[in-house]
């Protein structure tokens, strides 16, 4: 049943049923055969059963089979879901334990005196970068994909990067009114998931 073809008529036919609807199959390796071909061929064959290779004897019929593709699919459908949930989970708290961490760092209140975190306690420089990486993620196409890479390098070895607007857009969210700490709770509360590729 690795056969993939459909027919372009208005009669469903019973391997429609399983999905198989590209326009055409190449049988032989460097020979395309056109769907029009096998059609005809199709229709004079009917399943009536369908038998598991491993595991009984049990036999099926084609909608029983389609039943049971439907069931496999939601189920690695859920699977993936809840794989990203944890995922999410695990990010979103690894940002807390991060942010909380800097504001109980030695050097929390110090004042950055130069460059464009200038103004902002080194603990808020970190809060907002472990925020804006994770939540506003940009940098992903080519170049600017190498200067996030770079970034992300800097951040992890204690550095603050000054690249892709971080500084300023922190800026805009503290004249807004917004902390490190209340702008990832509005975040959390809307059901946004962080980035995953902000892991140290």
Known sequence: MSTSI???????????KLGLSPDGIGIVPG??????ALVDLL???????????????EQITIDELR?????????????????????????RQLGWDRIEAAYAAPDAEEIITVGRWEGFTRAAATAWCWNLYQYEPRGFAHPASE??????????????????????????????????????????????????????
């Not at 459909?6 to 429609?16: C, I």
């Open 147 to 200: 200067v996030r890479a770079r970034a992300i390098t800097q951040f992890k070895n204690g550095g603050l990067p000054e690249v892709l607007g971080y500084p300023k857009r922190a800026r805009e969210l503290e004249a807004l009114g917004l902390t490190p700490r209340t702008y990832r709770e509005h975040k959390e509360a809307l059901g946004s998931k962080p980035s995953p590729d902000l892991r140290f």
């Open 43 to 57: 229709r004079s064959y009917e399943p009536t059963a369908f038998k598991r290779k491993v595991g009984g004897a």
């Open 67 to 91: 039943e049971r593709i439907l069931e496999e699919d939601d189920r690695q459908k859920r699977e993936i879901e809840a794989a990203k949930a944890v995922q999410a989970r695990e990010h």
């Open 31 to 36: 020979r395309f055969i056109d769907h029009r």
């Open 6 to 16: 459909y027919s372009r008529s208005n009669d469903p036919q019973w391997w429609q």
